[in-house]
């Protein structure tokens, strides 16, 4: 099983909440390599508790450290100038933008896709030297899926019931290639169910 965790998760372990001891119960079962499970590098990008950003991507590395999963692989997303670090990005091709948009209009239906096309809506200034947060974190959001949908994750584990785990959206999601969106209790429970068929 090749595991993706949100950023909800590490917020979980970050602040022991109830999500947090099967989140460790899953690093535990990567460690012993019963599963792959990895952490998406737009993480980095996210608003953080203070309503303030990251610096730059090493804060995002000392964070997760400190939450034990200094050893898990971190996923690139797509770069995005003001959004991304420009050492922890890539360029994408039309076909790597559009499961973007695919992912995007699903999530984000009445939220435009295109900075430009948003700010324009909204009255905003698209030259402004700071992205406007809700923008921001609905790209946040669909690069987290983008992300492991691109790199061949084949189970999601968010407690995101807004977004990821909406039963309007969640097919969809499933339909573009998500494979299994889980809560960490349903990700562990899949793991162990799936370990006692080969015992």
Known sequence: MNITL??????????NENNAPFIKE???????????MRV????????????????NFAEFKTRIAGIGLAHLEILQPIAYWGVTFWDWG?????????LE????????PNREFEYTKFCEKKGLN??????????????CDALTMWS????????????????????????????LGAG???TPAGAVAKVKAALSKHI
């Open 126 to 139: 698209p030259h402004s030297t700071e992205v406007d947060r809700k923008w921001r974190n609905a790209k």
């Open 6 to 15: 949100d950023h909800n998760c590490l917020i979980a372990l970050e602040n």
């Open 90 to 98: 890539i360029y994408a091709d039309d076909h790597m933008v559009q």
């Open 180 to 182: 299994d969106i889980l």
């Open 148 to 175: 492991h949908i691109y790199y061949g994750g084949n189970t999601f584990v968010t407690d995101d019931t807004c977004a990821f785990l909406r039963e309007t959206k969640k097919p969809r999601l499933i339909t």
């Open 40 to 55: 998406v590098g737009i993480g980095a990008s996210e608003q953080l508790s203070d309503r303030t950003y990251a610096t």
């Open 101 to 108: 948009r695919n992912i995007h209009e699903i999530l984000f």
């Open 26 to 36: 899953l690093l535990a079962m990567h460690d012993n390599k019963q599963v792959i």
